[in-house]
């Protein structure tokens, strides 16, 4: 039987639940968690949530549980700014019941269509939900891009050797040019008595940075910075949390904030003052950060860097996989079109000279088929 929990504290209360469903599942993913799951709704969810959960057999427990984000463009698994590699729990060596689950959605909530955002690009995951929806949803494929990561081998030395001798230089190069300029000096606030002090640093450095311009920054928005901060007392309370910042001259420069999650540094949050963009403050960053971590004896095994690819993580990363949204649209004529037209007259209109106006007008006629 599958059912929907609309209420935070329905959805607080069944942590016992949710837990023993993670253990069951052989996931390892800070972002299906409940204690993360439960902190994003408090700051973001509002009435635009819904928890799916899946009982086969004692009413107690869950064979299958996800979390849904309902926004007019349809439902999907939660974005991409504040949780990655998202999806639904359920037993292992069980697939998953994404046929019910889906047509659990679109019965009770109309929806136009189903956002399965940032799932494996991999023709075994593709013919997975094919197999699951069948003839009554057609698929579209989205947003393909890369999510890198780094392992961590307990030996910088062979780190910087896998690389290129010319990308070797390079971050050797930058690094020394930073100390050169000034002394340089990492610090790790992990500790919950460092919330305070750790956010006047983010503060400061994102004042000077593009992503404040931007309003992507932890400063842009109140309900930002309070989810970053609840995030850091969660987690330090448990000695989870980790913010790295680098000073320069005995000021911040640049700062990474994230979780260790059974084994995972997982990268939430970084930035860095453009004023010193010339001493390439985040690479440096991340190169004194894979230095202490590969020589700390640490526990940590793999740095997450999540988001958008870029060149930096190109640069650092020794694994990269291909994720990308799987839109499921019901069969419907007005969805048929715009499948059909996604497909096939996009890639030709995309090369013609037509007005930005029109597109966007375009885009907001055709709602949630976007």
């Given at each position: 039987?599958?059912?929907?929990?609309?209420?935070?504290?329905?959805?607080?209360?069944?942590?016992?639940?949710?837990?023993?469903?993670?253990?069951?599942?052989?996931?390892?993913?800070?972002?299906?968690?409940?204690?993360?799951?439960?902190?994003?709704?408090?700051?973001?969810?509002?009435?635009?949530?819904?928890?799916?959960?899946?009982?086969?057999?004692?009413?107690?427990?869950?064979?299958?549980?996800?979390?849904?984000?309902?926004?007019?463009?349809?439902?999907?698994?939660i974005d991409t700014l504040y949780s990655h590699f998202p999806g639904i729990l359920h037993e292992?060596?069980?697939?998953?019941?994404?046929?019910?689950?889906?047509?659990?959605?679109?019965?009770?909530?109309?929806?136009?269509?189903?956002?399965?955002?940032?799932?494996?690009?991999?023709?075994?995951?593709?013919a997975e939900i094919k197999s699951a929806v069948g003839m009554r949803w057609q698929i579209l494929e989205k947003n393909v891009h890369m999510m890198r990561s780094i392992a961590i081998q307990g030996d910088f030395e062979s780190y910087l050797n896998?690389?290129?001798?010319?990308?070797?230089?390079?971050?050797?190069?930058?690094?020394?040019?930073?100390?050169?300029e000034g002394v340089t000096e990492l610090r790790?606030?992990?500790?919950?008595?460092?919330?305070?002090e750790l956010f006047k640093v983010i503060e400061d450095v994102e004042n000077d940075s593009w992503k404040c311009k931007t309003g992507t920054a932890i400063i842009s928005s109140e309900?930002?910075?309070?989810?970053?901060?609840s995030v850091f007392k969660l987690y330090s309370g448990i000695s989870a949390a980790k913010g790295y910042v680098l000073y320069h001259k005995n000021t911040p420069v640049t700062y990474v904030l994230g979780?260790?999650?059974?084994?995972?540094?997982?990268?939430?949050?970084?930035?860095?003052?453009?004023?010193?963009?010339?001493?390439?403050p985040g690479t440096v960053l991340f190169f004194r950060v894979l230095e202490k971590l590969n020589s700390d004896g640490t526990s940590i095994s793999r740095v997450e860097l999540?988001?958008?690819?870029?060149?930096?993580k190109n640069e650092l990363c020794t694994d990269a996989g291909s994720y990308c949204t799987y839109v499921l649209y019901p069969m419907r004529p007005l969805a048929l079109l715009y499948v059909t037209g996604y497909k096939y007259l996009r890639p030709i209109i995309k090369r013609l000279p037509i007005n930005e106006g029109y597109l966007n007008r375009l885009r907001r006629m055709t709602g949630p088929y976007q």
């Open positions: 039987m599958i059912q929907s929990i609309l209420n935070i504290s329905d959805f607080e209360n069944i942590r016992r639940e949710w837990d023993k469903l993670y253990m069951m599942s052989g996931a390892s993913n800070l972002f299906l968690t409940h204690r993360w799951l439960v902190n994003w709704v408090k700051h973001f969810g509002k009435d635009r949530w819904v928890v799916i959960v899946e009982r086969l057999r004692d009413e107690n427990d869950f064979s299958a549980a996800g979390i849904f984000q309902i926004t007019e463009g349809g439902i999907g698994f292992k060596g069980r697939p998953a019941p994404l046929q019910g689950i889906v047509q659990h959605l679109k019965k009770g909530y109309n929806a136009a269509a189903i956002h399965l955002v940032e799932s494996p690009k991999e023709d075994s995951s593709l896998a690389k290129s001798k010319k990308l070797r230089h390079e971050l050797e190069r930058k690094n020394r040019k930073m100390e050169k790790c606030f992990e500790k919950p008595g460092e919330l305070e309900s930002e910075q309070g989810f970053y901060k979780v260790v999650f059974e084994g995972k540094y997982y990268a939430l949050k970084t930035s860095f003052k453009e004023s010193v963009s010339n001493l390439s999540l988001g958008g690819d870029a060149r930096w």
